[in-house]
């Protein structure tokens, strides 16, 4: 099976460092979605066509551990890993120094369809999805 | 006419500081929306009864003038005046301290209704909102 | 021993509604952020004075659990509780609606201190905030 | 004098949208930061060479005019001209769509410099920040 994976690089914005001139935490959020709808584009289902599916994959669960932090102008790598998806959405994440390769965090992410019509959770991914990342994985 | 103007206590909080230890510029617009909010639902027309009546107010202008900067848990107090409304919306704000009473920030935001429906911008404010003003201002 | 909690009250602002007309998942870190700082000035210990006494918590690690949507103009209580702080800090949170009491989200926070002027780890708590926990506690 | 102005391109990401499923209206402060951001490094005076000479640059003010709105994943141009550098920095904005070319924003920044030692409002731009401009612009 093909990896499903994808990454990011970027460069840390003057709004998102803190007074103790480190990103504030919950600004890793915005990384990890970032690179989350660039690895939904890649099997050809982001959020918008997910929408035209009729499904919405609210986040449920998610976990942050901060080894070390990030500067106004550092240069990173967001990394994000499929790890799960038959019945929910399991994400990995690794930040890393983009010079260094030094790791500086890892977080996940769980999301779960829901159907918008209904409002109901599915328990089993949606068939507009699990095509798609057979198709990308070629199983 | 009674005066329509509402305002609105808050305290600075940490992820709203930049490394400079002064809120990051682009926050106020947090501020101005918020006590926006409450001023629109003092005439029971908040941007939920907005969408119901078929309408939307985007921004179209925003003008801030930063007199004296804002620092972390400083106590502050919002102030927006509705001076417009038959055509379009103009909003007049005013960021003082909470206990000096010094001016800190003046501001302004303008809004035109669109029809959600049509997508049409309205030249003329919708009926819903104009008659909401002066059942307000006793016109 | 007194119990080290507190709770805060507040009502969802259109600004963290996503396009999903949910609360978008990383703004619940600014929640968390604004009931941690309530707690810590509670017990006399909030981030300026920590930085007075030469120290920094930084955030290590952040779990949420997302169990049902917050929507624009809810009202909500987050509580935070100080479940350990001798060797590093370990909150919890709860939100929950603020009329019906329901159970929204469930999330925790691990902070450790650091020397700033040595950038140094502690790996007991600073006896600047021991104490104080100590003095609000009564032991 | 060569041309004082730099463009950066940008994709709009979900958590930038609100619940009207466009940019909401102070996020575009954030795009404003990063070509600015740009802009002075293309000169050589970022904000940590401004911090290292002892001048900070608070924004006091902001004017933006909002004429199309951007939507998610949306491509989009931002472009940033210094327009005043003598005695204060006036940088001018423009967005536009990338693959239409469609003006959709156009916004000013004013910005005076502080000498951070005194905390005084420096007006004449200091020499640090002056000498970069002339030998950009081969002056």
């Given at each position: 099976m093909a990896e499903l994976s994808t990454s990011l690089d970027f460069i840390v914005e003057f709004?998102?460092?803190?007074s103790m001139k480190i990103?504030?935490?919950?600004n890793y959020l915005n990384y990890m979605e970032r690179v989350r709808c660039k690895l939904l584009s890649k099997i050809q289902h982001n959020y918008n066509q997910m929408e035209e599916a009729g499904y919405a994959w609210p986040v449920v669960k998610i976990k942050v551990k901060y080894i070390a932090p990030l500067r106004f102008l550092q240069k990173a790598r967001i990394e994000a890993f499929l790890?799960?998806?038959?019945n929910c959405l399991k994400i990995s994440y690794k930040i890393t120094d983009?010079?260094?390769?030094?790791?500086?965090t890892k977080a996940e992410s769980e999301h779960i369809a829901i159907n918008?019509?209904?409002g109901e959770t599915c328990f089993v991914s949606p068939k507009e999805f699990t095509d798609r990342v057979k198709a990308y994985a070629n199983l």
């Open positions: 709004y998102e460092v803190d990103v504030w935490h919950g790890n799960e998806w038959e983009l010079e260094t390769g030094k790791l500086l918008v019509a209904t």
